[in-house]
């Protein structure tokens, strides 16, 4: 069995967002299961349970022993049923929100399925976070674009060996007016699949390959329905949120929050795949034709040259 | 002889059972077959949640396919949204590009 410690944080009323530290901490804690001597934050976000799942989907354990009140909230999130586990038989009935937060694997079992699971993850997610929100369309419109985009990536790189190619999970907090998607796959990782296009080659040997991942219009298969911009509109919306956008792949980060913090880092702790995690102010605006509007545009042509 | 019928492509439909990159692809291949024997193609942009793969994969491959004048003389498209006409040009002027 593999057992977390626990410890005891103060809460505070102001929710916090997350911070690269945060991601940092947590891969540190996954490796330290396998000992023991794993610390379980007393707050779990989407981010936590995402990659707590793929972890141990991948090493194919069988069991796992979570703080009491943790295991409630991580059972009403689907966490056992996504690693095929009996919940607790002591598992107390969780307090969190029905309908505000869920665990979405990616187990299309076949074609056809998969086809339809992009589309059924994004809109499910997108209501979660905007339920009943119509006021909110243009937020929900630019949520399920994104959803939609990311999560049809994950499908694209993600390996399947282990029958789970990768993790959606969404947990919006309404009395601190702050959500959180986290997206996770078992991929090949930024870096491979970036160096799949030799155009990148100089970048990439002197950037974060998550950073440049971030960047308008950088791909790894141009003209292939791969267009790099999918990563670039989450994290342009997030900043317009005043949001933060965390990309992992391999020890390599990339932390953008707000219009003025923007940093890479290259953490002591690897996550083999990707992890994306974007967090954002419920209120706020999320609006992609403002993103559209404010990328370059380019030369040698103008609105004259469209017949749309 | 040249075509002279429109065919009419319904997008939502078209996607409602194919939204991997792959499947988008081959919906962009189809798109630009149907123009050997159509002189245009109207597609239908109505309940669709265009993201820029789609964009891409559809309306990017036909553009680099045609070139911008044959482009906007073949290519009609209906209930396009502001935004979305946004992210199309983007697409097609960087498949151009």
Known sequence: MYEFSYITIEKTLIMETTQYEDIEHWIHQLENLATGTAICPDFLRPFHLVTLALFIKKLGWTELCLPEELSAYAGSMGLFDVIDMAPPSNMKKSSARSGSCELRPFIPETQQQKEYYIDDIASNLTTMMYPHMPSYHQNIESLKICLTEIIGNSFDHAEQKNGLPGLACAQRWPKGNLAQIAVVDSGIGIRKSLHLNEDLHTSLNSMNSCELASQYGITSKPNAGHSGYGLALIKDLMQQNSGTYILLSGNELYYASGNDQMQSYLLDISWKGTLLIFEWRIDQHLDVGAVYNNWPHPEGYDETDFNF | ?97
């Open chain 2, 1 to 97: 002889m040249k075509p002279t019928s429109t065919f009419k492509l319904n997008l939502h439909e078209a996607l409602k059972k194919a939204q991997t990159r792959q499947a988008i692809n081959q919906i962009g291949k189809t798109a630009v077959a149907l123009l050997d024997e159509h002189k245009t193609l109207e597609i239908d942009f109505e309940n669709i949640v265009l993201t820029p793969s789609i964009a891409d994969g559809v309306i990017g491959a036909l553009a680099q396919s045609l070139g911008l004048p044959a482009f906007n003389e073949r290519i009609k498209m209906k209930n396009l949204s502001d935004n979305q006409k946004l992210l199309l040009k983007h697409v097609i002027i960087r498949r151009l590009g």
